[in-house]
């Protein structure tokens, strides 16, 4: 039978020694890991961004498989990101944020950071006016927290923002100032069968605009089911229908809406109080 060949008990012991070496270094490393971990946690609480950011970097570096430390650090450039600016620096944050987001997303995060970067990339798209990603990530959110009622809320904010400049327009076309009562105006019939129509910009604005104002106001529905008291959900259901009232095909159906939007106007103030008063009154019987 043929003899097994040995490594020499030198060449064993030498490998063993750096095996131990290399477990030692990269315990240590993670310790260091964790150390600018620590410490870009308090840069950023003490509202030094860029140097928390340069810490959660250094973290990353020394322990890729931390847990947390990408959503940190995407959240540092996020928090720096100025909606509108289009400086160089402030587009690096914005798009730093993504992508650390996007990253994080595929680590080894726990569910209740995810759902925390799913949110943070739906906000962040929104103040970028992204509102077709914005849509689809509180989506994401609501789907992984049927409970959401933020990402409720903010669902029926995006349908607002998105008729909102398209509104402004067509009233300022028409010669409506903001605070005059709608709906808008019906385009005129041509005068004769050689004349051209005049474009229908309500009926444009219907077509395009009527479903998705009609699912933000279910949104906000969807959120006061979950919280009843949800006064910004409350805020909202008063903007979406008094502007989609603007797309109502009769003065009537328009007053009937601007009604329904004032009450939600007051069940908003009563509730504002309502919460006032409860805390007023605990901070009474703590004292």
């Known amino acids: 039978m043929r003899a097994v060949s040995k490594l020499p008990i030198g060449t064993l012991a030498a490998a063993g020694a750096l095996l131990a070496l290399a477990i030692l270094s990269a315990g240590c490393n993670k310790l260091k890991a964790r150390d600018n971990l620590n ?6 609480k003490s509202g030094q961004y860029t140097v928390a950011a340069d810490d959660f970097k250094t973290a990353i570096d ?8 990408r959503l940190y650090l995407a959240t540092a450039y996020m928090t720096q990101y100025v909606p509108g600016s ?9 798009d730093s944020a993504l992508k650390e987001f996007q990253t994080s997303l595929n680590s080894n995060l726990d569910g209740k950071n995810k759902l925390l970067a799913m949110q943070s990339l739906a906000n962040l798209y929104y103040n970028m006016k992204d509102y077709k990603n914005a849509e ?63 474009p229908d910009l309500k009926a444009d604005l219907k077509a395009k605009y009527w479903q998705k104002l009609t699912d933000g106001i279910e949104d906000e529905k969807k959120a006061l089911e979950i919280d009843p008291e949800y ?24 007053l009937a809406d601007a009604k329904e939007a004032d009450n939600w106007v007051q069940k908003d103030l ?13 901070a009474e019987q703590t004292n």
């Open 270 to 282: 009563e509730t504002v109080k309502r919460k006032a008063a409860r805390k007023s009154a605990a």
């Open 62 to 69: 020394l322990d890729p498989d931390l847990p947390s430390a």
């Open 86 to 94: 289009e400086s160089p620096d402030n587009l690096r944050n914005r």
């Open 231 to 254: 006064e910004n959900a409350m805020a909202y259901m008063n903007l979406l229908i008094r502007y989609r009232a603007d797309l109502d095909d009769t003065r009537e159906q328009y």
């Open 136 to 198: 689809e990530w509180h989506k994401k959110v609501i789907a992984a927290d049927p409970k959401n009622k933020d990402a409720y809320y903010a669902l029926g904010v995006i349908a607002w923002s998105e008729f909102v400049p398209s509104w402004r327009e067509a009233r300022s076309t028409q010669g409506i100032k903001p605070e005059d009562p709608g709906p808008l105006k019906d385009a005129p019939a041509p005068k004769n069968k050689k004349a051209a129509a005049e």
């Open 39 to 44: 410490k870009g946690v308090n840069a950023f």
